[in-house]
């Protein structure tokens, strides 16, 4: 049986909840699993008896590094997967240490924020990022040279790995992320309970969305919206949504851990952002039986192109096209048909024992090349 151990330096967010599910799965079909990380904020009780606490909150904090290595040594496990990029950086330090090691798994679940879409794509002339983030994009690149394997939740990403960061193809798979099962709720009539939920960061694009709602003729007089999430640009969105047509219209929630349930109680989920790779928040939706708005940004166009239903899909940052759009999806004349297409799809291709299956096969490949250590 193999032995796997994940790492994470977050309690929060995308990397947090596909391991807690990821986890849960594994160790419920009998694999012997465990986390080191901090207590996750969300579904943690998924994690009982399978978490072993630890702190790596700054990635130059060299002695907390060196703490998580000894950690996941002391375990023994036969994989090591790092499920964030700080993550990613520690477990790189095991490659180099003597005797027997573990094989050296990463998930590269997205760029950093200032990384554009046309820059991501390798459009011709497009803008670039910041000194800065060249830098860690470059360190990106040799953590994914050192560890054995990086996984991509989108094809566009490896894409980009390799055609911009030149990581051998060799050393990239592609395996979609995992969701929580749900029970499809279409929407019983038109779509006019939206949800947003995410960070409230400018690259998630909540001011974009505000400004689509504000132009005339496209919130029908009993559309509303609620966004589920915290961060910077929160004081500046709850003043665009007290003026009209928005006023009592927008509900804000800050942070919650239940987003499922709030998914399940909307009609549609709306995402403008203008990066992402495989949001989890769209999958969620499309577990759930919702339509779902976005912007043609990484994976998500893949995700949500489902034969014979309508695709609402917008460029990153246009604020027009994205007012178009959902003027379309308050209109659709049968969203519930288009929640039942994507909730089938996310049953195929998010379902959790389907993410463990790609994973496992990944585990097993490696393992034997990569000298497991022996068990006591």
Same mark, same amino acid.
């Given at each position: 049986? =193999?032995?796997?151990?994940?790492l994470?330096?977050?309690?929060?967010?995308?990397?947090?909840?596909?391991?807690?599910?990821?986890?849960?799965?594994?160790?419920?079909?009998?694999?012997?699993?465990?986390?080191?990380?901090?207590?996750?904020?969300?579904?943690?009780?998924?994690?009982? !008896?399978?978490?072993?606490?630890?702190?790596?909150?700054?990635?130059?904090?060299?002695?907390?590094?060196?703490?998580?290595?000894?950690?996941?040594?002391?375990?023994?496990?036969?994989?090591?997967h790092?499920?964030?990029? $700080?993550? !990613?950086?520690?477990?790189?330090?095991?490659?180099?240490?003597?005797?027997?090691r573990?094989? %050296?798994?990463? =998930?590269?679940?997205?760029?950093?924020?200032?990384?554009?879409?046309p820059?991501?794509?390798g459009?011709? !002339?497009?803008?670039?990022p910041?000194?800065? =983030?060249?830098?860690?994009?470059?360190?990106?690149?040799?953590?994914?040279?050192?560890?054995?394997?990086?996984i991509?939740?989108?094809?566009a990403?490896? =894409?980009? %790995? $390799?055609?911009?960061?030149?990581?051998?193809?060799?050393?990239?798979?592609?395996?979609?992320?995992?969701?929580?099962?749900?029970?499809?709720?279409?929407?019983?009539?038109?779509?006019?309970?939206?949800?947003?939920?995410?960070?409230?960061?400018?690259?998630?694009?909540?001011?974009?969305?505000?400004?689509?709602?504000?132009?005339? !003729?496209?919130?029908?007089?009993?559309?509303?919206?609620?966004?589920?999430?915290?961060?910077?640009e929160?004081?500046?969105?709850?003043?665009?949504?007290?003026?009209p047509?928005?006023?009592?219209?927008?509900?804000?929630?800050?942070?919650?851990p239940?987003?499922?349930?709030?998914?399940?109680?909307?009609d549609?989920?709306?995402?403008?952002?203008?990066?992402?790779?495989?949001?989890?928040?769209?999958?969620?939706?499309?577990a759930?039986?919702?339509?779902?708005?976005?912007?043609?940004?990484?994976?998500?166009?893949?995700?949500?192109?489902?034969?014979?239903?309508?695709?609402? %899909?917008?460029?990153?940052?246009?604020?027009?096209?994205?007012?178009?759009?959902?003027?379309?999806?308050?209109?659709?004349?049968d969203?519930a048909?288009?929640?039942?297409?994507?909730?089938?799809?996310?049953?195929?291709?998010?379902?959790?024992?389907?993410?463990?299956?790609?994973?496992?096969?990944?585990?097993?490949?490696?393992?034997?090349?990569?000298?497991?250590?022996?068990?006591?």
């Amino acid at each position: 049986m =193999t032995r796997i151990a994940y790492l994470l330096t977050q309690d929060r967010g995308g990397p947090v909840d596909v391991t807690v599910r990821l986890a849960a799965t594994l160790a419920a079909d009998g694999h012997d699993v465990r986390v080191f990380g901090p207590v996750p904020a969300r579904d943690a009780s998924l994690l009982d !008896g399978l978490h072993e606490e630890l702190a790596v909150a700054d990635k130059e904090d060299l002695a907390a590094a060196g703490r998580a290595r000894a950690a996941l040594r002391a375990w023994r496990p036969d994989v090591v997967h790092a499920q964030d990029r $700080r993550a !990613g950086l520690v477990i790189a330090g095991l490659r180099f240490a003597r005797g027997p090691r573990p094989a %050296l798994v990463q =998930t590269y679940h997205g760029v950093p924020d200032d990384v554009a879409e046309p820059w991501f794509r390798g459009s011709r !002339g497009a803008a670039g990022p910041s000194a800065y =983030t060249r830098t860690v994009l470059a360190a990106d690149a040799v953590v994914a040279r050192v560890l054995d394997r990086t996984i991509v939740p989108a094809s566009a990403m490896g =894409t980009f %790995l $390799r055609r911009r960061l030149r990581v051998p193809a060799g050393r990239l798979v592609h395996v979609d992320n995992c969701v929580s099962p749900a029970s499809p709720s279409p929407p019983r009539g038109p779509v006019r309970h939206l949800v947003f939920a995410g960070l409230l960061v400018e690259r998630k694009g909540v001011l974009n969305l505000l400004a689509a709602l504000s132009v005339p !003729g496209v919130l029908p007089p009993d559309a509303r919206l609620t966004v589920v999430g915290d961060g910077p640009e929160r004081a500046e969105a709850e003043q665009v949504a007290r003026q009209p047509p928005l006023a009592g219209r927008v509900a804000f929630l800050g942070f919650r851990p239940d987003v499922p349930d709030l998914l399940a109680s909307a009609d549609a989920l709306v995402l403008p952002s203008t990066m992402e790779q495989q949001p989890l928040v769209v999958a969620e939706a499309m577990a759930a039986g919702k339509p779902v708005l976005a912007t043609a940004t990484g994976g998500v166009p893949a995700m949500l192109d489902v034969p014979g239903g309508p695709v609402f %899909l917008a460029p990153p940052g246009d604020v027009p096209a994205l007012a178009d759009r959902l003027r379309a999806l308050f209109a659709e004349p049968d969203p519930a048909r288009l929640g039942r297409l994507l909730a089938e799809r996310a049953h195929t291709r998010y379902h959790p024992e389907v993410c463990a299956r790609r994973h496992l096969d990944l585990y097993d490949e490696l393992t034997p090349s990569c000298r497991p250590a022996k068990h006591p």
